[in-house]
Structures are given as C-alpha cells and as structure tokens.
C-alpha cells in the first residue's frame, strides 16, 4: 500500500460535511461528483440540511441563484480557470470547463474550512502555464545501470516493473489524484533515453500508453511519449531515419495516425536527439528545426506537440581542449535557430546551462529565442541534490529561476522531472513529496510564494498539523536547499560528485574527464573562465546588463563566481571573507545545519505516523553523514590544494 500523500481523508474534512451540489456534465464532473460523495462518505455526517456548496460548470443549466450571480461577474474564466465566492451562507466555485472544476474543488479543499467561513469577495483563478508537465524517466525494461527508473530515488515505476506494464491502475489512480489537486495536467511516460523497448511504445506496445491514458483521464491529465529519432528505422525498418525523406515522413504520419486512433486526447512527443548517444538529426547533416518540425508536422492534424530538449552537448570533450565548453552548447546549438520551429513545436530547456546542478546561472537560450515556444525544465528528482536521502526543498531555487527578470515572460511551459516511484511514499523522503507539489502549484502561479506553498503542504499532509511540527518542518526544510549548498561544491562551480551515480563528494571525479564538467582548481586558484575577455565567452550568451554583470568580477554575484571566473583563493566576495575562508566557513555551517535539522525532527515524533517519522529520521541520519563526508572532503582538497590555513583554526584533514 501507499501513503496518501496531501491527499488524506482528513483533507477534506471541511468539504465532507457540507452539502454540496454539482451542475455539468462529463467525465471530469464525475470525478468531482465521486471526489465529494468520498469525502461525505469518510466524514459520515452526510452533509448539512440545505447545500451550501456550489461547484458547477458556467454552461450548466439551469443553474442555482448563487452560482448564476458569479456567472454574471466572473468574466472569462478559459478552460481550466475557476472563480470562488462565498456568498449569505453558500460557497460558489463556476468553472470554466470540466478541469477547471476540478481545480476549484481541490482549491476548496485547500481552504478547508475557511471556504465556508465569512463572505468572500470573487476571486478568479487562471493557470499561469496551459501545460504543467512532468517527465517520467521510467524504463519499461530493467536498464543494467540505470534501474527501472533512470535517477528514480524512490523504489521502481508507478507504471513499469520488469518489461511490462506493471497493470496496477488503482496506484496509477491515486497518482493523478495528487497531481490533478496541485494543478499537473501532463505526464511523459517514459524516459527521453528511449532503450528497444521503450521504442515499442509507440507501435506494438501502444495498448500500455492507453492503459495509463485512460486512468489519468479522469484527473485532467494527458499522456505523452518519450520517442526515439531513430524510430522510422528502428521499428519500421527503414534504410535511414532523415527528416527530409518523405518515406521517413509518411512513416511518422501513419505512425502517428495510429497513436491517436488509440488515445485520441494524446499529447504529443518527447525527444532527446542527438544528446548523450541519443540519435537525432546531425546523423543526416540536418538541423534540430527539420527534426522538430518533422515530428511537430506528424502531429499536428491532431493538434498534438513535441517536446524537444535543447540539452544537446558533447559528452566526449577532450578535457585537456580549455577551447570548449559544454555551458555554451545549448545557446550555440538553438540560438540560430529561433523562428525556425513549427507553432506545435516546444523547445524545452533545462533551466541551467550544465545540468541541474544546485546552483547554476538561468539558461541565456531562454532570453534568446523569442520566437520560439519554450518550455524550461526543473528537475523534481534530486539527482544532484542529495536523491531524497537528503531534505532539500527545491522550490526556493525555482522560484528564483522563474523571476530573473530576462527571462520573465519569455516561456510557456514548466516542465519537471519526476521524483515519483512506487515506494509507500510515493518519494522515498517523504518531504520530497513537497518538491513535486510546489512544482505543480509554481507551474499554475509561479509569483506563488514557496514558503507558502510548502505551508499548503503541511497542512493537506498532516491536516490541522499542531503548531509544533508546522515549526518543525519549516526549521528543517525552509533553507534546507541553501545549506545542501553550503556543504557540497561551493560557490556555483558544481559537479564534485562521484561520477555515474552523482551521489556523495568527489572532488576531481570529473576532473580529466570527456564530460565538459570541470572546476579547474589548483594550488592558485578555482573556477571556470567563461568570460568573453579571457574565458570562453559564454557571459555573452546573455543580454545586457547580464552579459556585463557576470563578466565583471566586481559585479558578478558570490554565489555563482566560480560558475563564470577563475580567481585566486585570496580573492575577496563581496560578503567581505575571502573564496578559500567562504570555502570552510560555508562547509562546517552546512554539515552543522544538516545536524540541526535531524535535531528538530526530533519535535515531530508523535505528531505524523510514525512510519513516515522513522523514514524522515533515517533519512536524516544519512544526511548528517553525507554533509560531514562532503565538509571533509571539500575543505581537506582545498586546504592541500592552497596550503591556507582556516582562519577560525578548526580542523582540518
Ligand atoms: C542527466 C542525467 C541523465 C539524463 C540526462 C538528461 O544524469 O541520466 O539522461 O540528464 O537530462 O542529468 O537527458
């Protein structure tokens, strides 16, 4: 069995004992119809004497007095928008369309019982984004490295187990559930690394893809598919796979033509192509466009879209080269590009230039494209930040993704990868639940604060949570993403990781390596030169002021100078220590912070059941562990790579 994650009985409490009437029709109606008759069954009142909560379709009719009179103020409301009031004793929510009802019943629940308190004047609610996505790197096979869910840290696939659809609809049930209350309404079903078998999906195995778009249905969300380039070849045994060749194009069509006779509300493609030995167009001498666009042509008699990740790069770089630099790859590769791209084609961006790493700058291929669709990807699995063996709420760093200012504006869509599997917690950490919620709920508003967002959290997870563990919880999890930064490799120059599995420090594992991921520390100083003076001009990817800001050293922000210039360890940040003082300063506050953190899970024993407490405490311990490996290692490497000394005096190895 498994959790229920912010979607307990309890949660809807409020809403089970009222009365509650239901106008409109369809599919989704009923899962709001179902979604209360559930919540009046678990509260065992059977509801009040006369209703007073409205939740109705804004074409219903006839419909009640109260909701008529929202109908004649709201205004448009779009597809999945909903309006709220609460008017002499009656609550309204008038949606839009079916999804829109959806969301406004899981807003009430949200409310709780401040939905039926005082009269509340209208308020509308519109998603920022039309698509709120997340991309599931689950493998239908057992990959022999990667497992059954490429960096999945949370046991195996909600929807694959051992080559097979793993069949299990009423988990695949409760997970749209979740999703539908935080506002996602797209999933990719399979990882972008499209192995043989995963292939299939598209052809043979189709029957599965309708499997899962059918029991997400109910909950508003559609299914896309991971596809690989290659596929015209691969499974329809063409000589060539080149987007320019009609056959390769017909193939697509018929292809496609099938998908939607199954599952006629597909969502469209996801592509990695020519990414990490991933084929794509360059084997043809064509263009990322030609590649989109032949797909995007594919699918838009149906009014379906690909999804086509500009996280194309040389993962075989001679590191002894200093002339390259994986940081510019994605501008360099798209940039020429913009305007070339069908209107049913997304380029979706990683929302760094590397490759999630906990403290990157935002993406200049964002700022760049303008006449593109874009769609910027966040990674809810914690690859590089502690795989759901550590607490690190990810959202504050999202939220500072989505409001540097020259990006504001210039993308559509959010996309995250999934940090979900079929452990009981749906997570592994049971706190990491919080990162894929704040994703929802920053994709449906992204100006939505993340503190208040994590605050949702607690109260739909642990409904009413007593004063204490409310405390508890943000003492552990407010900062936990700044201080998981703290103790790993500092000041935005990354990738000390152990290689292949990216978990726990190693200083030089990727050193001298072909990947493109260096810090270039020696016993002067640290850091990556991408400044367009001396470096490898990748500061000139940005527009002004940006491009200047970070090409100044006296500008450039501390927390991502190593990320743009190599400097002494004497240098002085503007915070005033020096880069080898900030070094260990930053090291013992955060594997200290780590221990503060298990200490104050301690105040939550008692107040969750208690098996999610011993997981968090488990968990917890391993943090503590892991942040003191990280300290060790970090400042022993950089106290023998400089030979200076900690000014505080404290030990070093
Ligand atoms: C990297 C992961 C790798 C993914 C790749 C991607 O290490 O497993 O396949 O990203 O996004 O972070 O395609």
């Not at 096979?141 to 187990?161: C, K, L, N, T």
């Not at 030609?290 to 995007?296: T, V």
């Not at 562990?625 to 990280?630: G, I, K, V």
Request: proline letters at 7%.
């Amino acid at each position: 069995m498994w959790h229920a994650a912010w979607l307990p009985p309890e949660a809807f409490r409020a809403l089970g004992s009222r009365r509650t009437v239901v106008h409109g029709d369809g599919a989704l109606v009923d899962t709001v119809r179902s979604e209360v008759d559930r919540a009046v069954a678990a509260s065992g009142s059977g509801g009040g004497p006369t209703y007073d909560l409205v939740l109705a379709l804004d074409t219903a009719e006839p419909l009640p007095a109260e909701a008529a009179a929202v109908r004649a103020e709201a205004g448009e409301l779009g597809p999945e928008g909903f309006a709220l009031a609460r008017r002499e004793g009656v609550t309204v929510v008038l949606a839009g369309g079916p999804a829109g009802l959806l969301y406004g019943l899981f807003h009430v629940v949200r409310l709780g019982e401040s939905a039926f308190g005082a009269d509340r004047p209208i308020e509308t609610h519109r998603p920022w984004a039309a698509r709120r996505m997340v991309d599931h790197w689950d493998n239908v096979d057992v990959h022999p490295v990667m497992g059954q869910v490429e960096r999945g840290y949370a046991g195996g696939s909600i929807f694959w187990a051992d080559g097979a659809f793993r069949g299990d609809r009423d988990r695949i049930r409760a997970y749209g559930r979740l999703l539908a209350a935080c506002g996602i309404n797209a999933i990719a079903a399979n990882n972008v690394n499209v192995h043989a078998t995963e292939a299939r999906l598209l052809t043979d195995r189709l029957g599965d893809v309708k499997a899962i778009a059918d029991t997400l249905r109910p909950y508003g969300i559609r299914v896309h598919l991971s596809v690989t380039f290659a596929a015209p070849a691969v499974l329809g045994g063409l000589p060539t796979a080149d987007p320019l060749d009609e056959g390769v194009r017909s193939w697509w069509a018929a292809a496609t033509r099938r998908v939607y006779e199954t599952i006629p509300d597909f969502g469209g493609y996801l592509v990695k192509a020519d990414s990490e030995g991933q084929p794509g167009p360059f084997a043809y001498g064509r263009s990322h466009a030609d590649g989109a666009n032949l797909l995007a042509d594919a699918l838009a008699p149906y009014g379906g879209v690909v999804h086509w990740r500009a996280f194309v790069y040389n993962h075989r770089q001679d590191w002894r080269d200093r002339s390259t630099d994986r940081a510019r790859a994605a501008y360099d590769h798209f940039a020429p590009l913009d305007g070339l791209f069908r209107d049913n084609a997304i380029l979706q961006v990683k929302h760094g230039p590397m490759d999630f790493q906990p403290r990157e700058p935002v993406s200049p291929v964002i700022a760049a494209m303008p006449a593109t669709r874009l769609a910027v990807e966040l990674q809810a699995t914690q690859e590089y930040t502690g795989q759901q063996l550590h607490a690190c709420y990810l959202a504050p760093m999202w939220s500072e993704v989505l409001a540097f200012e020259p990006v504001e504006g210039r993308f559509a869509e959010l996309v995250a990868v999934s940090n979900v599997g079929d452990d009981p917690f749906w997570t592994g950490h049971p706190l990491a639940q919080a990162n894929l919620y704040a994703f929802g709920r920053l994709a449906w508003d992204p100006d939505a604060d993340p503190l208040s967002i994590l605050d949702e959290w607690i109260d739909l997870t642990f409904p009413e949570p007593p004063e204490p563990l409310r405390q508890a919880l943000h003492a552990i999890m407010d900062g936990s993403w700044r201080t998981y930064e703290r103790y790993t490799s500092p000041l935005g120059v990354g990738f000390m990781v152990r290689p292949g599995s990216h978990y726990g420090p190693d200083v030089d594992g990727y050193e001298y390596t072909p990947w493109g991921t260096y810090h270039f520390a020696d016993r002067d100083g640290v850091g990556v030169d991408r400044t367009r003076a001396t470096g490898t001009g990748f500061t000139g990817q940005y527009p002004a002021p940006w491009s200047d800001v970070y090409e100044s050293l006296d500008r450039c922000p501390d927390e991502l100078l190593l990320f743009f210039h190599h400097v002494p360890y004497g240098h002085v940040l503007h915070s005033g220590s020096t880069v080898i003082q900030h070094i260990y300063d930053t090291h013992f506050a955060g594997a200290e912070q780590a221990a503060e953190m298990r200490a104050r899970w301690a105040e939550a024993a008692g107040l969750v059941p208690a098996d999610v407490y011993d997981r968090v405490r488990e968990r917890l311990d391993e943090q503590v562990r892991s942040a003191q490996e990280w300290r060790d290692q970090v400042n022993a490497y950089f106290f023998r790579k400089s030979g200076v000394p900690d000014a505080e005096g404290r030990r070093i190895y």
